[in-house]
């Protein structure tokens, strides 16, 4: 599998097919401020560019068809996407019957649930999933409750049903066995889609960490005879973890993420004459951090994660999970966020991606909305940020956004995942108010397994009901590469993408030839190499002729 930019990263494929419309209106921020979106260039769009233009204004009303034209679209990478969440259900269903799971068809409100195969034999009433696929109306049942496929009849709110899904799928999903095979699925998807790379976020030795934690505070407190001063003893925790064993766990832990990657090439088939479309895509993986555990065991979480980062190429950051609405979640965000703080001040080259503002009006009091995306930005240090859906309730909002600008800080917009956890979408989404700060941006799936997408799907409500152009859509993919978290300099100069880096200024992607100093430079960095191969991409598919003038 391409777990590195070097199998046939220069190679293009060619299909078909193609999609819609329009130019993106752009209003000015507020308090007079004039807008700066950088996402259509200053310079004159290409021949090839006005006429995409022109056949999507003219296919804008066939939806169909612009489904097709963003399946083709080369995307780049999809950066913000949980692997269990990624997985569709029907195939946690079909690896529990080959796995001897069984179903409870009644597990409590008439919902049926997975059984592990150990304990199959605890009730008369479970029966094999190997019979799922002839009693229709439970194996449905479960798809519903493994996603939020039919949400308007499973009589919660889209919060609560996306949240839960995860403990309903998490007997499979966490069978150390199915991980190549998840990672496997994923890859394949992206493949389909012309998305070539892939940060996936999962979770490596999270509960022994985690007792790992509670231990360490339990020993400094009976040491020091007080309770922790999270502010003073940073320090004295984070290397009591190390002299009691937290470095084992990375090594297993690293071993753990370079046996996957030795699973999911033999999965895929990529060393056979057959193998599969997910061999050409790179996967790096984010270590997943929880946010509604103690503060000791947050803590212990993070240290792990710097040192994963720091051990293992194939792991390029961490992220901080679950619900920020979450009571310890809301109770200890600014900790949290000066933990992070902390660890970056020591090791500034381990990359930070936040969930934060995944809120809104409703769901938290007032008072919640005000900082977590500046915290995330000014404390934590972050490089990206997933969701941002709160800034405008945040103090001062566009000095904010002229901050993250300024810093480079990108959101990791997901669609879909906001209009169904959190109702917002349309006009009350920030998506078009960041493109008008100039805040950098790109399209994320998030979890679309559980939310029943792709992140084709994504593009395609993008381009929809945001009235974006051909060259709006081909920023959000440049920055899902520019801003990944793959290593080397990037190929483009700057962040409106109109020339490359000195060795490659005289070059073309997708001429067929590459001068010896841009060869050099792209060899020596996987980013570089990474967004070559994007706009190779782009040239390929500006050239197919379904969008030639009649």
Known sequence: MAFSLTRSALKLSASVMFAGLGIGGSLAIAEGAKARDISSQSSPASAEE????????????????????????????????????????ENYLRWAAEDGYCVDPDAGDGRPALILPEDCHQHSRYFSASELLGRSSIYDALVNSFSTRNLEFSGRSGHDQFFSTFGTFSPISSSESRQDDMVAEVANRAASQHIFYLELMRTVKGSPVRRLGREVKSEFEQRAGREINWQQDFEALRQLLIDRGL????????????????????????????????????????????????PEQVFAQFVYAFELVKTNSQVVGLNLVAPEDHPIALRDYTLQMEMLG???????????????????????????????????VEIAQASRIGHGVDVLYENKPFELMDMMRERGVLVEICLTSNEVILNVSGDDHPFQDYLDAAVPVTLASDDEGVARIDLSHEYLLATTRYNLDYRKLKYLARNSLEHSFLPGDGLWASGTFQEFRGPCQGDRPGSGSISQPCSAFLTSSDRARSQWRLEAEFAAFEALPSFKSN
């Open 50 to 89: 006005v006429q995409i233009d022109r056949w999507l204004e003219q296919n804008r009303d066939r939806p169909t068809l612009l489904r097709a034209f963003v399946q083709r679209f080369p995307k780049g990478g999809d950066i913000h996407s949980h692997l269990s969440g990624a997985v569709y259900a």
């Open 247 to 294: 470095m084992d766990l990375v090594a297993t832990g690293s071993e753990e993420v370079n046996a996957l990657q030795r699973e999911v090439e033999k999965t895929l088939g990529c060393d056979t004459p057959n193998p599969q479309p997910g061999c050409e895509v790179t996967v790096r993986f984010l270590q997943q951090t929880t946010r509604t555990k103690t």
């Open 342 to 376: 902390f660890l970056k001040s020591k090791f500034p080259e381990v990359k930070v991606a936040l969930h934060a503002g995944e809120l809104t009006i409703g769901l938290v009091p007032p008072e919640q909305l005000r900082s977590n995306i500046r915290e995330a």
